[in-house]
């Protein structure tokens, strides 16, 4: 795998840690993976700043939710900070499944790689 692959490899991991309950439930694995400037714009066309996103997923209830998460890609944004696309498929049970692309920016800081943005918005498939 060459640079850009492995580049690609750890910034999807890095990514797809935020799916997990168990990480998104943890305020400290939140804060070493959320920039102090970190912004979402949600799908709902809410803005949210670090401290709220960290509050929200910190009280998120245990659901059965399968996430499939796919089609990704990276664009190198500069020395120290990355795009990150892709698509991700969520289904709770009976519902039917909602479609969403999402995108992410993620900067090289001392302490390591750390999401400054994301953005996610309803597709129909």
Do not use: C, K, N
Request: proline residues 2%; aromatic residues 8%.
């Amino acid at each position: 795998m060459g640079g850009a692959g492995r580049l690609l490899a750890e910034i999807r991991a890095l990514e797809e840690r935020l799916h997990r309950p168990e990480v998104r439930r943890s305020r400290q694995a939140l804060e070493a993976l959320l920039a102090e400037d970190f912004v979402e714009f949600g799908s709902s066309g809410t803005v949210y700043r670090r401290a709220q996103i960290i509050e929200l997923m910190a009280q998120e209830e245990p659901a059965d939710v399968s996430l499939h998460a796919f089609d990704y890609a990276l664009t190198q944004l500069g020395a120290d900070a990355v795009l990150l696309t892709y698509r991700t498929s969520r289904s709770t049970g009976a519902e039917r499944a909602r479609h969403v692309l999402r995108s992410s920016i993620w900067t090289r800081t001392a302490a390591g790689w750390r999401m400054t943005f994301h953005q996610g918005t309803v597709t129909h498939s």
